[in-house]
């Protein structure tokens, strides 16, 4: 592969020697603007690195041009809040050369101008990106062309304490059949509910479910059960059914009042819930992705992969009704390069050296993430160490993506209101229905087709 | 014109610029420009590309017929002005400044200090011990109060009472700058006043209603007015502690407009109901200013020498 | 105290009546002290909400292990302070003699403190302070998080703040007095519409106008700059200055002026050298006020600085105790207290300026 790394090296400084003043050594400003994620410091590392690859290499054709990453790692509280941020900072000219962006943003950015049209370069340089997994770029991709290249990606599930389940009376063998159950459709979600409440009720757990506080990803894997479609590919808009609002809230509703999911829910503070989830083990289950994996260990003092499938079970989402399918979600973070900076294909450069498998692996496996590049899977550093992420491969068969429509980000944060209107009690089904067609249709206008 | 007098027009045009002129170029470029800005915003459909393609009066047709929070909003605001204003910000500062001009002038100031403290804390450190204090878990300080020594349950006042916990917190923060101005007020009527009254046999309250209260008369109505437009346009505190939430329940207006703005990116329709607060603002201001005849606070200049 | 007007003239009523007089001071004393002692304990119990959070917070501060928060010392302390407090106003109340005071109160303190370092002294440590030394403590202790490190150090914050707040003052107090001079002494035309306008635009929502604030700071080319901010921040407070300056102004009385000028200064000699320093009170109250209204700011310095490298204070704090990254009490609490101290200085010795705010130049 070493190959692959010279020609890049070689294309990078010839374009630094085009970039860069002729005769003043200067160096070559890339700012990064990324956010500070306990689960993927190595997003900006990365680049970091393979800027340092890059200046190891003019060092050794004694040139001396160097490039000099300006790193921006903001606190916002959750990538939708960041793309807001940098969509802000975009519009004032102070946006970065180099992002790293929650992939259903990419509409939004490219829709705007910011993001820049990545399909020729890709296509240009296959010994950097061709390794990588082909369903994933679907998740960067907007009106045909690629935007973005995925950085990670992950399998969201939900994961069921089997302590309370053991005490809600199941054997060992009904614990393991029930991902199987959940997948076929015997299981439901309101089975799931039962189950939860029953558990509170007991006494056995303090909370049922516990989600995210904040809008997110996950939400449309429970939305995907009920049959809420939110994009239409033939008309390139986003949608929502009344139907199916309807049904997903009056689930929610179910689940509340069963005190499968907690009223305060979405007030509770990351720190609470990871509390309660994973060191206080109060939750009889918890809903997120994969790469919490590290931190249940952690904060429980698992050791090995047994001890850790002993006391956890995954499953999807159950579906809404018996017999149908239960869904999943991938939520991949992708590098993007703005349209607007002076260095555009210097930046792409380093964002491909950041994509390649060893570095890539680094990240998916301190942060069990899902890697990008076909290769990764069967490094030996991966195999030993990336147990959680085989394991949740099966998992992929029901996944789906968030549509990269530019207004889905709103799209989420409202569906989001709502599930937080129910769970307090400030709603009810119908009226949460109501709730989110009337601002789905007031924020979103023409972008949303509100069907019955 | 005579020399002496042109001089004297161009000196007193040269001091009105010097003395006024800063003052009216800051408040033209940051305060009057960003108003007539929000002025046209309101106007047209910018939301968070932070672009403007056409002018629409879509945002008002919006705020009375499609949006079902409006109301809501205004309700919140009502309750929270009026019982943050009448309770603390007016009534216990009152309370306050009499209690400690009464006692000993050493600890009169002490419980001064002590309440201004929460005016001069940042808002940050503020809202962070409000949110401690309130935590619904065993670690929150009124829990720990409640359970251990009042032996009941533990309550989450962040989520179940979100509109007492703002009022507090608002209303601690409002009571202290009314107790400075009244305290000031009460400290310079003369002490001979007071001497007569008790030689007279006036009893601590008679004093109250017919010495200090009318001293008081302009500070209380400076302050009513001051404090209700303080109080419908400030949301600092509660966005920092209760987030507006949970849901919708303590968005007060101001609150309301900026959470459309940044929240949902609606930048357009934000500035369209700030439009409609800042109307609302200045009819009270306006009213409030006939009402309590502040004419008599502007006193003619005596000298007109330049 | 009650004043018996009717003396009988009688002479040997007199010596009765002198016991008299000597029972009814002792029973004034006694109405007074208990008078007095039933708003002494009013105020306590109304002040108990504020002052124990704050207290709490520097325990906190002090004792606060591996990132959790418990209130045992903090009960203990008060367990031990209260009772003192107590006895303290009882020996205030009962003996009038300053000597007594004093006595007892060092006393009280030497009694408090060694009980407090035999019971707590055992759990205090300065940790939680290393942030003042320390740049990436958060990260140290949850785990990496970035490339670059997530916070500056504490001090590039320090004296971000610091230069914001001063200059904000600066400017503040320069404008509003010229301001209010001018206003407090000349009629010119509009100038009632002037002082209306001052209490109208109190009216705005300044906070609503952050959005054409935001757009004009950037063609003006001000945005993510501290200066940007500065000139903001200034001028949303100048109203309200304006107003306080003028009710200073209008309490000097002419004849100072009048003397200045007949003696052949300008008005504007006059303003500089006689003026300004017969409002010193108020400058002051307004420097103070401006200045801690500045180092506490958060809406306008969260939405005006885009990118990372303009740290403050307030963002600084806010960063810290957010929780996606993991909270940890004690390193909150010693950075509030590290943030609030400036202001609670500059607060407790400016004190009695800022209790000599009148308004309007109506006093009482």
Known sequence: MNWKLAIAGTLASALLGAAAQPAVAEDVVIKVWSRADRSGPLRAGNIVAAADTLNKMLTAINSDKRVKIELNETNAKGYDDDALDLLKAFAVDKGPDIFVLAHEWTGAFAQAGYAWNLEDHIKKNPELYGDIIAPLWQSVSYKGARYGVPQDSEVRMLFLNNDNLRKLGMSDKDIAALPAKVDAGQFTANDLCDLAGQAVQKGIAKYGILHRPNAGPDFQMLTDSFGLEPYDKATAKLQASKAALRSFYTWVKYCTDK?????????????????????????????????RVTDQMKGLHLTTKDEYFHRFTWINAPAGKKGGKPSNLSHPIAYAVSAKSKNKDLAAYI???????????????????????????????????????????????????????????????????????????????????????DELENELGKDVEIRN | MPDFARAQLRRQRANFALFLGPALLLLACFFIAPAIVDLVLAFTDMDRTLAITTLTLDN??????????????????????????????????????????????????????????????????????????????????????????????????????????IILANGFIGASLGMIIFTSAIRSIPEHLFHAARADGAGPLAIVRHIVFPALRWPISYMTIHQTLSLLVSFEYILLITGGGPFYDTTVFSLYAYRRAFENGQYAYGAALSLILIVIGVIAALVLWRLMDMRRLLQVPRIEVH | MQVDATVAPDVGAAAALRADWGALARRARWKRAAGQSGLLGFLLVVSVPIILPYFWMVVISFTARSGGVSTQVLWTACAVIVPAVLLYSVVHLLAPSPRVRVVAALLLLVTVGALLAALVGGQLHLANYRFLWRTNIIEEIRSKATAGGQFPSVWTAFFNSLALALSQTAIILTVASLAGYYISRFAFRGREAFLQGMLVLHAFPAMTLIIPIFLILHWVGLLDTIAGVILVLATIELPFYVFVLKGFFDAVPWDIEMSAMTDGATRRQAFRMVVLPQVRAGLIAVAVFAFIRAWEEYIFVRTLLIE??????????????????????????????????????????????????TIGGIRG
């Not at chain 1, 990764?376 to 991966?382: A, G, I, K, R």
């Open chain 1, 259 to 291: 005190k499968a999911l907690f009223a305060n829910n979405t007030s509770m503070s990351w720190d609470a819930i990871e509390q309660a989830a994973f060191t206080g083990d109060e939750a009889f289950a918890f809903f997120h992705g994969v790469w």
């Open chain 1, 351 to 437: 964002v491909g050296l950041a994509s390649q498998p060893y570095p890539n692996m680094q990240h998916a496996v301190t942060t069990n993430h899902t890697p990008i590049n076909y290769g990764e899977q069967s490094m030996p550093e991966f195999v030993d160490k990336g147990w959680a992420l085989v394991a949740a491969t099966p998992m992929l068969k029901y996944a789906s993506f968030m549509p990269n429509h530019p207004k889905i980000g709103q799209y989420n944060a409202i569906i989001f209101k709502g599930i937080q209107g129910v769970e307090t009690g400030r709603l009810t089904a119908q009226a949460a229905s109501d709730f989110v067609v």
């Open chain 2, 60 to 165: 008002f047709s919006r705020m009375a017929t499609r949006d079902t929070r409006l109301l809501g909003a205004l309700g919140i605001t009502a309750i929270f002005v009026l019982s943050t204003l009448t309770i603390f910000n007016v009534t216990f500062a009152l309370l306050l400044a009499l209690v400690t001009t009464a006692v000993p002038r050493g600890m009169g100031a002490f419980f001064r200090a002590v309440w201004l403290l929460p005016r001069m804390s940042p808002s940050v450190v503020y809202a962070l011990l409000w949110l401690w204090v309130v935590d619904p878990n065993e670690r929150g300080l009124l829990n720990q109060i409640l359970v251990h020594v009042l032996g009941m349950a533990p309550l989450d006042l962040r989520n179940d009472h979100p509109l007492l916990v």
């Open chain 3, 308 to 357: 990372n490298r303009n740290w403050v204070m307030s963002l600084y704090l806010f960063w810290v105790s957010d929780d996606i990254m993991g909270v940890d009490y004690g390193i909150v609490a010693a950075v509030s207290v590290f943030y609030v101290v400036p202001s609670l200085l500059l607060y407790v010795f400016c004190q009695k300026y800022l209790t000599q705010m």
